[in-house]
């Protein structure tokens, strides 16, 4: 025992020499360092960290623990919260309006089921893995740094945009709310390009007063949204019972039918409405403050999935049962549509529910962010700056700092439509990622199969999905369909035959069927993919190449250094794990 506190002490003495040796290089040798990018390139693109160094070693270079207050009520509360008010109060109005008609819900149906499948590799994952980066964390123990990186970097990404957008949609419906015009609040500024030269001042203020709560509290910050979500609900049953008691079944039919823009539209709308379940994964980020991450992540994640995709079919089906489709409102679908059928009263009571749903998103979404980037900075992939938690409050205050004025600033000139065309590809490209590694994982890295049987498959699986979702897409050779869906269900079908698959021993929670849930998951989240416009491919595109300039740049010199710098303070890997594992299970209990 008094050795193992010798070594515990020696290791986290090593550990606070790593974190206070300087960093900083002059620039004489950051060209040498560029010169040696390929070998750095490929010691470090393809560097995997194991579970229990992610745990343990990775996250004190963080200086402090975040605290572990929540519970799984908690988890269930912030998976609604972050989902309701983005979804049905951003989304629906122009998918209705443009994609799907009334089959805008089976849209939600869809989006639904792909979400659902992808939360249950994300649950497998984050009670195996209970850290604060969820996918840059699961993929960077599974394919390596480069990967970890790149998803990450796409789930930043993500989070910021989405975040933008809904803080414009809060000026409207709170302009709703109080009768007010929305432009009335907006500062047009002449000679910037249309669709950027209106200045967003209430949301701006939102996003920062936001910042500065969760700075001061996760669990504060839980409490406030829990008792957001509860008063949301109540108002999610009144606008349904209003909507199916007041509305009539002929607008679902009337005019051109329930899916007017064909079963395209519906689908279309699918990949678009897809952004409205990203609140889902902000509660794997949450894992560093959960009090039993293995009892309370399953329940918190899908639980919160299966409320909130019932619900939004619900809200949708309400909305297009009040007005016809093509005379939903674009910016405040549910106000407008209240006034409509007279009902001025209701409408700013939905413009102030619908504000206060989107608040709450709001503050789970960006709760999320910022634990990302702060695991991203343990990662030494960004400036370690970002990877601080502050002791006294246990949150990463320099990531959340940082990312709130980054949301800021895009809220306060770009408009919804621009931000909403990336968003959805950089959700599905994660997701596609995690259900890939999920299988990796459960078949080589626990298994202990050979990795060339399992990725044939996957490259096989992907490719197979590719070429249905196109030849769906271009209206050509519809027979390919059946054939392609048929090799898909035959090489899923032997690949589960051939390669035996093995669960960790004092395994709580897996994925049960696999590998078809995650199978499932890639081929939806690849058809939903090439269902989005050309301008998506084309803006993401940028932004890959943006990051990938980055890791080339920084990263992979960032990461190399810091890696050299802890091997050569002596650690005691042998003794490491154990150590620390210790520490973890007090935390944990």
């Not at 207050?69 to 509360?77: G, I, N, P, Q």
């Not at 990203?278 to 399953?298: C, F, H, R, W």
Request: proline content about 4%; glycine content about 8%.
């Amino acid at each position: 025992m008094e050795s193992q506190k010798t070594l515990s002490s020696s290791f986290t003495s090593n550990m606070a020499t790593v974190q206070s040796t300087p960093t900083s290089i002059s620039f004489s040798d950051y060209l040498q360092s560029l010169s040696r990018t390929p070998h750095r390139l490929r010691k470090r693109m393809l560097a995997t960290w194991t579970p229990d160094q992610e745990l343990n070693q990775v996250r004190m270079r963080s200086g402090a623990d975040m605290m572990r207050k929540l519970r799984w009520y908690d988890l269930t509360a912030l998976g609604i919260g972050g989902m309701l008010g983005v979804g049905v109060f951003v989304t629906t109005g122009p998918v209705a309006l443009k994609t799907s008609g009334p089959s805008v819900f089976i849209s939600y149906i869809i989006a639904g089921i792909s979400a659902l499948f992808s939360s249950l590799c994300y649950t497998e994952f984050s009670v195996q893995i209970p850290v604060a980066g969820g996918a840059f964390s699961y993929l960077r123990v599974t394919f390596g740094e480069f990967i970890g990186y790149f998803a990450g970097a796409n789930i930043l990404m993500e989070y910021v945009l989405s975040n933008a957008a809904v803080a414009r949609s809060f000026t409207e419906y709170l302009c709703h709310a109080v009768g007010e015009n929305p432009s009335s609040r907006r500062i047009e500024v002449d000679g910037v390009a249309e669709g950027y030269n209106m200045l967003d001042i209430p949301a701006v203020a939102l996003i920062l007063l936001l910042t500065l709560c969760l700075c001061y509290s996760t669990k504060k910050s839980s409490i406030l949204n829990l008792i957001m979500t509860v008063f949301h609900v109540i108002f999610f049953g009144f606008i349904i019972i209003v909507g199916f008691s007041k509305g009539s079944a002929r607008n679902l039919v009337e005019p051109g039918g329930l899916a007017p823009f064909g079963v395209k539209g519906v689908l279309d709308g699918a990949a678009i409405v897809y952004f409205s379940y990203i609140g889902y994964d902000s509660v794997s980020t949450m894992a560093e403050e959960i009090q039993n991450p293995a009892k309370s992540l399953p329940v918190g994640i899908l639980g919160s999935v299966l409320v909130v995709t019932g619900l939004y079919c619900l809200m949708a089906l309400s909305l297009c049962l009040l007005v016809p489709f093509n005379m939903i409102d674009k910016d405040a679908s549910f106000s407008v549509a209240f006034e409509k059928i007279g009902w001025k009263w209701a409408s700013n009571v939905v413009g102030a529910g619908a504000s206060l749903g989107i608040v709450a998103s709001l503050l789970v979404a960006m709760l999320g962010q910022a634990r990302y980037l702060c695991v991203i900075g343990r990662a030494r992939l960004v400036p370690s700056w970002f990877a601080k938690v502050t002791p006294s409050t246990g949150t990463p205050l320099n990531a959340t700092l940082f990312l709130g004025l980054c949301t800021a600033s895009i809220a306060l000139f770009t408009e919804l439509s621009i931000i909403l065309e990336i968003i959805s590809i950089s959700t599905l490209l994660v997701f596609y990622m995690v259900a890939n590694a999920l299988i990796y994982r459960r078949y080589v890295v626990i298994s202990h199969n050979p990795p060339s049987q399992t990725l044939l498959f996957l490259v096989l699986l992907s490719s197979t999905a590719i070429g249905f979702s196109m030849s769906w897409k271009l209206d050509e050779q519809w027979w390919a369909l059946p054939v392609l869906g048929g090799f898909m269900i035959a090489i899923t079908a032997f690949f589960q035959y051939m390669v035996p698959s093995v669960c960790q021993p004092n395994e709580e929670w897996s994925v049960p069927f696999m590998p078809w849930p995650a199978v499932t998951s890639i081929f939806l989240n690849v058809f939903l993919m090439t269902t989005l416009k050309a301008i998506s491919f084309q803006r993401f595109g940028i932004w890959a190449f943006l990051i990938t300039l980055f890791y080339v740049l920084y990263g992979v010199h960032s990461t190399y250094r810091a890696e050299e710098m802890e091997v050569g303070v002596g650690e005691i890997p042998q003794h490491r794990p154990s150590i620390q594992q210790t520490k973890l299970d007090i935390q944990v209990l």
